[in-house]
């Protein structure tokens, strides 16, 4: 898998030292996620389209 060179915190990254949380970066097809307490670990990959129906279901539900 190719290793994504930017990665993005979620805004949402608890207290403290903010480090409770996910990161993602965009593949060229894919969006790759990872915990960012644990970076070289596994990685998730989701097709984008897929990932962005999820984003979107959690925004709805959290209204």
């Excluded at 898998?1 to 996910?22: A, L, Q």
């Excluded at 894919?30 to 307490?37: E, F, T, W």
């Excluded at 984008?48 to 209204?63: I, M, N, P, Q």
């Amino acid at each position: 898998m190719t290793n994504p060179s930017t990665w993005k915190r979620s805004s949402f990254s608890g207290g403290g030292e903010g480090n409770d949380c996910v990161e993602v970066a965009h593949l060229d097809t894919h969006i790759a996620v990872r915990d960012s307490k644990a970076p070289t670990r596994a990685t998730l990959t989701f097709p984008t389209v897929s990932f962005s129906r999820f984003v979107e279901a959690l925004k709805e539900a959290g209204r």
